[in-house]
C-alpha cells in the first residue's frame, strides 16, 4: 500500500526567509503524481504545486519549488521569500495515474510565518 | 469551467441519529470522486472513493457508507451517528486518466455529533 510521511507536525520560519517542509512516500509503481496542498484557516484546500514522476525537472510555481527525487522517494517544498499568507497546513499527497487511482495524503505540517 | 459543491457546510446531529452528506460536480464527466475525513489537527483520512456510477471502494470500515447513484453526484451515509463520527468532511473529485489529475476540493462539511 502507498503510504505518505509528513515528519515535520510544525514549522516557522522568519517573513522573507526560505523554509523547506519534508515528504516521503512510499510505492512500487513508476507513474505517479505527487502534489502539495495548502489548507489555510478557512480549511479549504488549495493545489500548491504537483510534480508528475516521469518528469525529472523538478516543478516551480513562483515562490514554491519542489526538490523530487525519484530514487529516494523523496519530494520537498521549498518555500522562499515567506509571507505571512503562508502560514497554513500544508499537505503532501500521492496519487497514481489512470482509472483506479486514489489519493494519498500524509498527515500535514503546519507553518507558522513570523515577522 | 468545472465546479464542486458540498452541502451542508456545518451540521449538528445528536448521537444514533442519521446521516446524508451530498457532493455534486459540474462541468466534468466521469470524474473520480471521494470522501475524506479531517480530524481536528490531523491529516486527510480517504474513506471512500468512486471511479464510477455505483462502484465505491471502502478504505476504511466504520459505520459510515457512500453512494453514486449518478456521475457527477457522490453521498455520505449513516444510519446511525457515533460521538467518534465528528469531524471535517472534504468531497473531492479528479479527473481519471493520465494528465490533469490533481484534486479539486468542496468546501468541507463541520460535522458535530452531540
Known amino acids: 500500500a502507498q503510504t505518505v510521511t509528513q515528519s515535520q507536525p510544525e514549522m516557522s520560519v522568519q517573513e522573507a526567509e526560505t523554509v523547506t517542509l519534508s515528504c516521503t512516500y512510499d510505492?512500487?509503481?513508476?507513474?505517479?503524481?505527487l502534489f502539495w496542498y495548502k489548507q489555510p484557516p478557512s480549511r479549504q484546500m488549495i493545489l500548491v504545486i504537483r510534480?508528475?514522476?516521469?518528469?525529472?525537472q523538478n516543478a516551480t510555481e513562483n515562490r514554491f519549488s519542489v526538490n523530487f527525487q525519484k530514487a529516494a522517494k523523496s519530494f520537498s517544498l521549498k518555500i522562499s521569500d515567506s509571507q505571512l499568507g503562508d502560514a497554513a497546513m500544508y499537505f503532501c499527497?500521492?496519487?497514481?495515474?489512470?482509472?483506479?487511482?486514489?489519493?494519498?495524503f500524509g498527515t500535514g505540517t503546519r507553518l507558522q510565518v513570523t515577522l | 469551467s468545472q465546479t464542486i459543491h458540498q452541502w451542508p457546510a456545518t451540521l449538528v446531529q445528536p448521537v444514533g441519529s442519521p446521516l446524508s452528506l451530498e457532493c455534486t460536480v459540474e462541468?466534468?464527466?466521469?470524474?473520480?470522486l471521494y470522501w475524506y475525513r479531517q480530524a481536528a489537527g490531523r491529516g486527510l483520512q480517504l474513506l471512500f472513493y468512486?471511479?464510477?456510477?455505483?462502484?465505491i471502494s471502502s478504505e476504511v470500515p466504520q459505520n459510515l457508507s457512500a453512494s453514486r447513484p449518478q456521475d457527477r453526484q457522490f453521498i455520505l451515509s449513516s444510519k446511525k451517528l457515533l460521538l467518534s463520527d465528528s469531524g471535517f468532511y472534504l468531497c473531492?473529485?479528479?479527473?481519471?486518466?493520465?494528465?490533469?489529475?490533481?484534486?479539486?476540493f468542496g468546501q468541507g462539511t463541520r460535522l458535530t455529533v452531540v
Open positions: 473531492a473529485w479528479r479527473k481519471a486518466g493520465r494528465y490533469d489529475t490533481e484534486a479539486f
Open positions: 510505492t512500487s509503481e513508476s507513474d505517479y503524481y
Open positions: 510534480q508528475e514522476a516521469y518528469k525529472q
Open positions: 499527497a500521492y496519487g497514481l495515474t489512470g482509472t483506479a487511482s486514489k489519493l494519498t
Open positions: 462541468g466534468t464527466s466521469n470524474p473520480n
Open positions: 468512486s471511479v464510477g456510477i455505483g462502484q
